[in-house]
């Protein structure tokens, strides 16, 4: 073989490759500034729609990665590099990823689909995934509680969703069902005026629906009223205690007893 001439060498390798990397960058730097003007644009929509904040930076995200990865393949295409092994083994990695990461992404789907349909938000108090507090934060993997009595919960979002949610803060107003229960040798319409004086005492007691004052059972020590006001959802646990302690107060004032379970034993003396 013939030792080839600067020329050649010029001509046949480092214009060609030159040519080759230059288009492959020129793509590179085209592509990243055309995948963030579309993430941009992607960002505006859903914020336009009211998406959740979270929802946005996830898609968003993942909608620049994959784009982002295109246009790697593209500029190594460029460049006369086989991608296909390269998308094979893309593929591969994450199916082993996925395989591995089972239950990541049953939570992770579980908190988009949080996001998505919004059970809850922030501020709200739920009963969820075996706990109960005031939501702080909703991820994609996990949610946020702070407990009433100040402390934190981290809760995969797999198991909130995979059980019932109840939403505390959903409704602007709540029922406060209560039970007082009086001996059998009270008088019943005494007791009963005074439920209904405590409840209508109450400023936070709404009107609409009208709080139900009623006899609900006779059981075996006690017969037994129900004291049903409506409040609205922030007044729920100040009026349930405050009622209770009430009625303990007025009743032991006009003598009305409150019994607590008794058991009479006879005994019969054999001869």
């Known amino acids: 073989m013939e030792d080839m001439g600067m020329g050649d060498v ?10 080759r990397i230059a288009l492959a960058l020129a793509i590179f730097y085209i592509g990243k500034k055309v995948v963030g003007i579309v993430v941009g644009v992607v960002q505006r929509l859903m914020r336009k729609q009211e998406t959740d904040e979270i929802l946005v930076s996830f898609i968003s995200a993942i909608i620049r990665w994959v784009l982002l990865l295109f246009v790697v393949i593209a500029a190594l295409s460029q460049l006369g590099i086989d991608t296909t092994s390269l998308i094979a083994l893309l593929g591969a990695a994450g199916l082993a990823i996925g395989l591995s ?20 938000t922030k501020g709200d108090f ?3 995934g075996g706990a109960m507090g005031v939501v702080d934060k909703i991820s994609i993997f996990t949610t946020i509680l702070t407990t009433t009595d100040n402390k934190e919960v981290i809760i995969p979002n797999g ?22 229960g009086i001996s059998y040798d009270d008088d019943i319409r005494k007791a009963k005026t005074i439920l209904e004086e405590i409840i209508a005492a109450d400023d936070r007691v709404l009107a609409e629906p009208a709080p139900v004052v ?26 349930l205690w405050e009622t209770t302690e009430s009625v303990k107060l007025k009743f032991d004032e006009v003598g009305i ?8 034993v006879h005994l019969n003396k054999s001869e």
């Not at 006001?229 to 646990?237: G, L, M, R, T």
């Not at 007893?257 to 009479?264: A, E, G, K, N």
């Open 257 to 264: 007893s409150i019994p607590y379970p008794q058991m009479d």
């Open 214 to 239: 009623s006899i609900s059972e006779l059981a075996d020590s006690s017969v037994n009223f129900v004291v049903r006001p409506w409040v609205n959802s922030a007044d729920y646990w100040a009026v």
């Open 10 to 19: 010029l001509s046949l390798y480092i214009v060609p490759w030159g040519i």
């Open 126 to 128: 739920i009963d969820a």
């Open 101 to 120: 990461l089972q239950s990541s992404l049953s939570n992770f789907a579980a908190g988009v689909m949080l996001i998505v349909f919004r059970p809850f």
């Open 159 to 180: 198991a909130i969703m995979g059980g019932n949610i109840t939403n505390f803060s959903a409704r602007p107003t709540r029922r406060v069902d209560m039970v007082f």
